[in-house]
């Protein structure tokens, strides 16, 4: 597959991949390293062709009984905790050598659902992805099981990759399964099941649809991607249900080869920011100079340099009002400081944030996706954005 070769994933910037366990690990033979280096060889090429790749793997536990030589078809918590532990070091380890053949840098982030979903914590792993994508690394995530308080559920992955996508305002979901895609009945009992190419929206009748695709090693089914599919979707976010049985799966996709596409509802950041403006609570208020409201009409974060007044109490992610310099609210955001913090810094240039907090914080007051500007007269809500 030659670098020019975008094909159907040329308008799609930002990836997330979702690669389920039955895909990387086999019960018998351990990691199937052959179809890895496989998935590493389409990366590269996708990102020689100016893509942003992420990758959500499951794989860590039926990985890790493997090398704990844990029997049975089903495991205690404890034990998959176990499996969680040993496996995600070697998955970890695949990862890296793999995609360092190369010259990409891989970087593990572990997470659960509401890590993407409790304001403080969705920012911190927000920015520490985003920050790994800016140095041209490839960020491996997973559910962190190790510390999982109800039992796990291998199809959780699917819903946290969507959880991802819509965080990071990606443009396309890949969920790379054991299945080519959606089918308008389980194929496996329903000779008569018709493939579904395209779906516009996800209605009742689609997830009517999703039976149970599952196998030993992955038992989150289609149930699970119409779950992923909703969430990404309204987050902005198209999904395509893939085949990964093959070696070079993403090469396949790009080549038009079957898959069921789901269309976002709008564009990853128009929708996050209509749903930040549509917030009825809101913190506190950030007072603006002139300088700092044509800064953020002209596209830009608001820095704290334009802040001349902080009024309320909030703590960091919380959603406050921005007003300009005639009492007018122009807008709101997801702020990045705690309302203490961002009084003591109003005013001042980013480079003096760490000698006034004793701390290197962040040089946006607000960063530019948090924030969603209300539209003026005779202006409609996504050109204010």
């Not at 409201?293 to 704290?304: C, F, H, I, N, V």
Request: with cysteine; proline share 2%.
């Amino acid at each position: 597959m030659k670098a020019s070769s975008a094909g159907r994933l040329s308008s799609f910037k930002r990836i997330v991949i979702k690669i389920g366990s039955s895909l990387l690990v086999d019960r018998r033979d351990g990691l199937k390293t052959a179809w890895l280096q496989s998935l590493a060889d389409d990366i590269g090429v996708l990102r020689q062709n100016g893509h942003e790749i992420l990758i959500v793997s499951s794989g860590a536990i039926a990985l890790g009984r493997g090398l704990l030589g844990l029997k049975g078809t089903r495991l205690k918590l404890e034990e998959s905790q176990a499996a969680a532990a040993a496996g995600q070091i070697a998955l970890s380890r695949a990862y890296h050598d793999t995609l360092e053949r190369h010259g990409i840098q891989a970087g593990q982030i572990l997470l659960t659902l509401s890590d993407t979903e409790e304001r403080r914590r969705y920012l911190n792993a927000r920015a520490t992805i985003d920050t790994l994508l800016r140095l041209g690394a490839v960020p491996i995530i997973n559910e962190n099981d190790t510390v999982a308080t109800s039992e796990i559920r291998y199809g959780d992955n699917d819903r946290l990759a969507a959880r991802v996508a819509t965080m990071m305002a990606c443009d396309l979901l890949i969920l790379l399964s054991d299945i080519d895609g959606l089918y308008s009945a389980p194929p496996a009992s329903d000779p008569d099941a018709r493939f579904i190419e395209q779906v516009d929206a996800i209605t009742p009748q689609i997830e009517a649809m999703a039976g149970d695709a599952g196998t030993e090693l992955s038992r989150g089914g289609m149930v699970t991607k119409i779950e992923a599919g909703r969430i990404a979707t309204a987050g902005g976010t198209g999904m395509v249900i893939a085949s990964g049985k093959t070696l070079n799966p993403i090469r396949h996709i790009m080549e038009n080869e079957r898959a069921t596409w789901f269309k976002a509802s709008g564009n990853p950041v128009t929708s996050r920011k209509k749903w930040i403006a549509g917030q009825l609570a809101k913190s506190g208020s950030l007072h603006l100079d002139a300088g700092a409201e044509q800064a953020l009409l002209s596209g830009k974060s608001l820095l704290p340099a334009g802040v001349k007044k902080i009024t309320g109490q909030f703590t960091r992610g919380d959603v406050v009002a921005l007003v300009n310099g005639d009492g007018i609210e122009i807008g709101r955001g997801l702020v990045a400081y705690d309302s203490e913090q961002a009084a003591a810094i109003c005013g001042l240039k980013s480079s003096e944030i760490e000698a006034v907090l004793g701390f290197a914080g962040r040089s946006e007051m607000i960063h530019r996706d948090d924030l969603a500007l209300r539209p003026k007269d005779g202006q409609d809500e996504t050109e204010a954005q």
